[in-house]
């Protein structure tokens, strides 16, 4: 079992930026592949970004495309979005997940059932 920890939500004003973290325990964090989602009440999870498990493929939906950055760092078992240029539309409660999923592509990345252990998530909201 792994047990996800997210960590760096708050309040930031559009155009801002944040980073998020995700810890993860376990000695097989590197065997999963780590994947960004967000929530609003009332809403579907949404998928945001994800990344393979060497760390060297990522994939991003369109909505944060070239404003999002996710990267992982195998040696402390963490996971990080760095979020910039923020927008009200933002605002969600962000959730990392882990998969085991053996081929990594951005069609089985971006579904939620696709994903084995989820975090509580954190919210981050996103004044205008």
């Known amino acids: 079992q792994v047990q996800l920890v997210e960590s760096g939500g708050g309040l930031v004003q559009a155009g801002g930026s944040l980073r998020l973290s995700c810890a993860a325990s376990?000695?097989?964090?590197?065997?999963?592949?780590m994947g960004w989602f967000r929530q609003v009440s009332g809403k579907e999870r949404e998928f945001v970004v994800a990344i393979n498990r060497g760390g060297g493929t990522t994939f991003h939906a369109d909505s944060v495309k070239g404003r999002s950055t996710i990267s992982r760092d195998n040696a402390l078992n963490t996971v990080y979005l760095q979020m910039n240029n923020l927008k009200p539309e933002d605002t969600a409660v962000y959730y990392c997940?882990?998969?085991?999923?053996?081929?990594?592509?951005?069609?089985?990345?971006?579904?939620?059932?696709?994903?084995?252990?989820w975090g509580q998530g954190t919210q981050v909201t996103v004044s205008s």
């Open positions: 376990g000695r097989t964090f590197s065997s999963y592949a």
């Open positions: 997940a882990v998969s085991a999923a053996i081929v990594t592509s951005a069609s089985i990345l971006s579904r939620p059932m696709r994903y084995d252990y």
